[in-house]
């Protein structure tokens, strides 16, 4: 890598410009795949046309077609950014690299947001603190909402996933250009981010493609069937008033697909066998008749380390910033119940035996959390350490936010300014800022972070490895403390 104040890297498909800050340097929006336009939205991701001369790579580009995300009284901007900024060239990645050469450790991150929002222009996902420390990162748009997750007649499922995989394609092309390591890659997601990490461990082309995985409050057990995903493509056509096929939909704007997207809310996915796995919080997910957790027990991604966790009050998020939590009821605890579990009462007996202090609003998010996330990474980590080729390690993150007069805690999300080491941004505090008005322990960013970056080095984040007999996990809070099977009741109850 050239060495002046404007770095410039050849790629596979033409030169991108960056923009240097102190020891690192950011590319940003660099294409992956072709530009998105009419039937092409519905198609499998296509390369990228070579460009002549310099491409510039030190603003941020366009990202997927989305409606702003918000969260009640909580801002979620740092998480989400500012919704929607428009073009059709937007499957880019931006990568922070440090200004050397080297076969260095290569972090690639899927982000969340429901399927339906988010983008690699959110603050949070800056990667300036992983190229400090000698890591490649690498960040990516993917399709969202109906581009991207409708199961629709003549397209291929599962877009978004795909682009995923053509990012993973990308960097084993390009990244030694930017002194990243090709075969050293780990893949990183978060939420919706995470369960599209455990499709790709679930995904035969995507084998090869990178060397280790961390699913942060994804799931295994995140997918829609088949028969599902038609009720939400049935709907989505009746919404927009055309056959639900993909010729029909080539038609649609960006705009009308957004806006149908938006009122697909509320959609009954449950029968007789299987139930919704996101209890009616997104119309949209990976859509697959086996589980991704079920094909990695199968053998799938044997050889790939995997680090896995959530958090412990996940389903804080999704109630306390709508006013549901402290107002829930023994009602909304059964009925929260009845949503994800084959035997609710059974379910909820076993969660008041463990919790016997706990109000109506800890019960119906801690069965949340666990219907969202916890269920589903636990299945996921048991498939995977069931096979020896590799190693699978577990945590929880536990650090509590003070936001919204105490009650976020430690919810979903929360993690990620600690991963970024991006604790210290100041939009992220404040009364109703996700890490509130406090200030987290001094070390905990920089160790989470440490952590990480440790594992994508090594493929040992510095614990013992979790198998299906201890379950060794690690309590990430101000203290780290290492506990055998968790929540051991709670866990059995799901399974």
């Not at 890490?435 to 984040?461: C, I, Q, S, Y």
Request: glycine residues 10%.
């Amino acid at each position: 890598m050239n060495h002046h104040p404007d770095p410039i890297v050849t790629t596979a498909q033409g030169a991108v410009r960056g923009l240097s800050q102190g020891d690192t340097v950011a590319f940003l929006n660099i294409p992956y795949a072709a530009p998105l336009r009419g039937a092409g939205r519905f198609a499998p991701p296509q390369p990228h046309e070579p460009w002549d001369g310099v491409r510039d790579a030190t603003k941020p580009g366009p990202n997927a077609p989305q409606s702003e995300r918000k969260l009640g009284s909580v801002d979620m901007s740092p998480y989400f950014g500012t919704g929607w900024s428009r073009g059709e060239d937007y499957l880019t990645v931006s990568v922070w690299t440090p200004a050397a050469d080297g076969d260095l450790p290569v972090m690639v991150f899927v982000h969340g947001g429901g399927f339906v929002a988010g983008s690699t222009r959110s603050a949070l996902y800056d990667g300036s603190a992983f190229a400090r420390d000698d890591v490649v990162l690498v960040t990516l748009n993917y399709r969202l909402g109906i581009a991207g997750f409708l199961d629709l007649p003549g397209a291929p499922a599962n877009r978004g996933l795909l682009d995923v995989v053509a990012a993973l394609r990308w960097v084993q092309e390009n990244i030694a250009a930017f002194g990243g390591d090709p075969q050293n890659v780990t893949l990183f997601g978060q939420s919706a981010g995470a369960t599209i990490v455990g499709g790709v461990l679930a995904t035969p082309d995507a084998t090869g493609l990178f060397r280790r995985a961390i699913v942060q409050s994804g799931s295994g057990l995140g997918a829609f069937t088949t028969e599902q995903a038609a009720r939400v493509t049935r709907a989505a056509a009746e919404a927009l008033g055309i056959e639900p096929h993909a010729d029909a939909f080539a038609d649609v704007s960006d705009d009308r697909l957004v806006e149908a997207a938006s009122q697909l809310a509320g959609i009954d996915l449950q029968s007789e066998t299987h139930r919704d796995p996101l209890i009616g919080l997104s119309p949209f997910s990976l859509v697959f008749d086996t589980q991704p957790a079920e094909s990695v027990a199968a053998g799938l991604s044997a050889d790939i380390d995997l680090l896995i966790g959530t958090n412990t009050e996940e389903g804080n998020l999704y109630l306390v910033p709508v006013d549901k939590y402290s107002t829930s009821t023994a009602r909304d605890v059964d009925d929260t119940a009845a949503r994800a579990h084959p035997n609710p009462a059974q379910l909820v007996e076993t969660y008041r035996k463990a919790r016997p202090e706990a109000s109506f609003g800890e019960l119906r998010s801690a069965i949340m959390g666990d219907a969202l996330f916890g269920a589903g990474s636990r299945a996921l980590a048991g498939a995977h350490a069931a096979h020896p080729q590799s190693a699978t390690y577990a945590y929880e993150f536990a650090w509590r936010s003070h936001a919204l007069d105490g009650e976020l805690g430690a919810t979903h999300a929360v993690e990620l300014p600690f991963v970024f080491d991006l604790a210290h941004l100041p939009q992220l505090h404040g009364p109703a800022a996700l890490l509130g008005p406090d200030k987290p322990p001094a070390d905990l960013a920089a160790r989470m972070h440490e952590t990480w970056v440790r594992f994508a080095r090594t493929g040992n984040p510095g614990w013992d490895p979790y198998d299906t007999e201890r379950r060794a996990t690690v309590r990430i809070d101000a203290e780290w403390t290492q506990v055998d099977d968790p929540r051991s009741q709670e866990r059995q109850a799901w399974s």
